[in-house]
């Protein structure tokens, strides 16, 4: 499970995608740096809606620095990436991030892998990622069915013929294919 604060940085980022006039959004007036309506009289509603949610971006990036420089989150792209430390089995490293809103961290390119690799390091647990083995052809996809554009296997890797359906990173930022039942690193992607 993720931080408080992590939950924090997930509902105001619901918020922010979800609120596209503030006068469609009532409950954000009072919040801490968000001026509701009535602290924005005379001005048109387009550009009262403009300025709050101006200011909601600003203190969302505010709070994913302030994660960011505890450690708790990482930013690569467009994706957060989020770790509690804690350890599990694929299937339920999956559901913990997707009951947050996320999916297990998956390295699209050399940049996201090293991110990944950064958390990994941080704790010195290998972690899942959100790769698998198809179950009929042996290919490796991403959990959504798509190819991989990006790999990096440990040299002689995958070489789990079949019983290894999961994919681990190692500390090295390197890939190898798993067992599914260990209990590895949950990150989060975002």
């Known amino acids: ?26 409950e ?9 309506r009535n602290g924005l009289k005379g001005l048109p ?29 990482r930013k690569v792209g467009e994706k ?17 991030c997707e009951e947050v809103g996320g999916t297990l961290a998956a390295p699209k390119n050399e940049e996201e892998n090293k991110a990944i690799m950064d958390i990994v390091k941080q704790y010195n647990q290998y972690a899942y990622l959100g790769i698998r083995k198809g179950e009929t052809s042996g290919q490796v996809k991403y959990l959504n069915g798509m190819p991989l554009s990006y790999s990096n296997w440990h040299q002689h890797e995958p070489n789990g013929k079949g019983t290894e359906k999961c994919v681990e990173m190692y500390t090295d930022g390197t890939w190898n294919d798993k067992k599914c039942n260990m209990y590895r690193l949950t990150i989060c992607e975002f």
Request: net charge positive; hydrophobic share 50%.
């Open 1 to 26: 499970m993720l931080s408080c604060s992590s939950y924090t940085l997930i509902a105001l980022a619901a918020l922010l995608v979800t609120c596209h006039a503030l006068s469609k959004c009532p």
């Open 28 to 36: 954000t007036s009072g919040l801490p740096g968000i001026p509701g």
């Open 45 to 73: 509603d387009s550009l009262a809606s403009k300025f709050a949610l101006a200011n909601l971006k600003h203190r969302l990036f505010q709070l994913e620095a302030a994660l960011a420089l505890n450690g708790k989150i």
């Open 80 to 96: 957060i990436l989020a770790s509690n430390g804690k350890k599990a089995d694929f299937v339920s490293a999956l559901q913990s």
